[in-house]
């Protein structure tokens, strides 16, 4: 090294003192506690740039006490400390304020606050789950011992107000960090209502779907016709139905498309009226006809109760319908149906009761000329 030769060193930036530090996490501590704004008498250090970035989470500056409107809102003083009037002045105005001249205790304070409020939140988060579950679950299966209820409503019933539940969880657990819930219930609502806009076609399927799982015109394995499709239901969703016709064809349904059309259940009683109608030739004996066509109904599965009838139905070109009307049960009316299709013509043929086709009769009028 030369002669007269000067060498400094220069020690790394340190950022701010300890003091200053622990003021600006007093202030963001306070904010996430109370909620903003927070109020600071003076800036809490000379930083623009700190200053500018405390504003922005809601610190609000003032000079004087004075100029705080709303005197129920926490005030912080300046890190740099504050005459013993301006503390006794708070006092005078009820005001809850932080004061920077005693920092140990504030700092310990809002550390043990938040950690009460994090470990309720937890617990909270926890307990809302557990109860939700265990709810939406006891319901679930208090909807599954009713008999006569439809087995899709029990688990889309569950899941409902589980989910309905989860989100008051949710709610109550954002409330534990002085988040403004009510804001936030707000902005749910309108986005509900952007989506409901949005998805209005998809929501009037759902909307059909919950009515026809509470009133019930039909249940699955039900034979109904709506929409100008008939077949058997197979299930009952919230968006659709789906139905297999009987040739085996699997469709589904818009629930809106089925709940704004007119529904015809044929499966809603246990039992149902059968009509089989026969022409016979006008030159049978009708009394004759109708005791034939009752030893039909001397199967089985033809209920006692309401009885079997013969009836006369009409008078045709060609022949006299005659109808034989029975009841029987749900489960086996086409199997009997079939059956008696069947046996009918033997049993006409057997009693040697004519069924007449169509036929012209002609007439001749002989010309003398």
């Not at 950022?15 to 506690?33: L, N, P, Y």
């Amino acid at each position: 090294m030369r002669k007269n030769e000067l060498k400094i060193y220069l020690a790394s930036p340190r950022g701010f003192c300890a003091g200053v530090d622990r003021a600006i996490e007093i202030v963001k501590k306070s904010i996430d506690k109370f909620g903003s704004p927070v109020y600071v008498r003076h800036e809490i250090v000379h930083n623009k740039h700190v200053v500018e970035s405390l504003k922005k989470i809601g610190a609000i500056f003032v000079e004087e006490l004075s100029e705080i409107k709303d005197k129920t809102r926490p005030v912080i003083f300046s890190a740099h400390g504050v005459p013993k009037a301006v503390p006794i002045e708070a006092e005078n105005l009820n005001m809850e304020y932080i004061n920077f001249s005693n920092q140990l205790p504030v700092i310990i304070q809002l550390g043990i606050d938040w950690s009460i409020n994090f470990l309720a939140a937890v617990i909270t988060l926890i307990v809302g789950i557990w109860i939700s579950s265990r709810i939406g679950k006891w319901v679930k299966e208090a909807l599954i011992r009713i008999d006569k209820l439809d087995p899709t409503l029990p688990p889309v019933a569950g899941s409902v107000i589980r989910y309905a539940l989860l989100v008051v969880t949710i709610i109550a657990v954002l409330a534990q960090f002085g988040v403004n819930t009510t804001s936030i219930i707000a902005v749910l609502g309108a986005a509900g209502l952007a989506i409901g806009l949005a998805l209005q076609g998809t929501l009037s399927n759902v909307a059909a779907g919950v009515m026809l799982l509470f009133l019930r015109p039909f249940k699955v394995g039900n034979w109904i016709e709506a929409s100008d499709i008939s077949g058997t239901v197979r299930e009952i969703g919230l968006f659709t139905t789906t139905i297999d016709t009987f040739d085996n064809v699997f469709i589904s349904v818009p629930n809106s498309k089925i709940w704004s059309s007119t529904i015809v259940n044929h499966s809603r009683y246990n039992t149902r009226r059968m009509d089989i109608d026969i022409g016979v030739s006008y030159n049978s004996d009708l009394e004759y006809v109708i005791k034939t066509l009752l030893t039909l109904a001397k199967d089985e599965r033809v209920l006692k109760e309401p009885s079997p009838q013969g009836l006369v139905v009409s008078y045709g070109d060609s022949a006299i319908t005659v109808r034989l009307r029975l009841y029987a049960k749900n489960n086996v009316y086409w199997g009997l149906y079939w059956d008696l299709m069947k046996k009918t013509k033997s049993v006409l043929d057997k009693a040697k009761i004519e069924i007449p086709f169509p036929q012209t009769v002609v007439t001749l009028k002989k010309n003398n000329n």
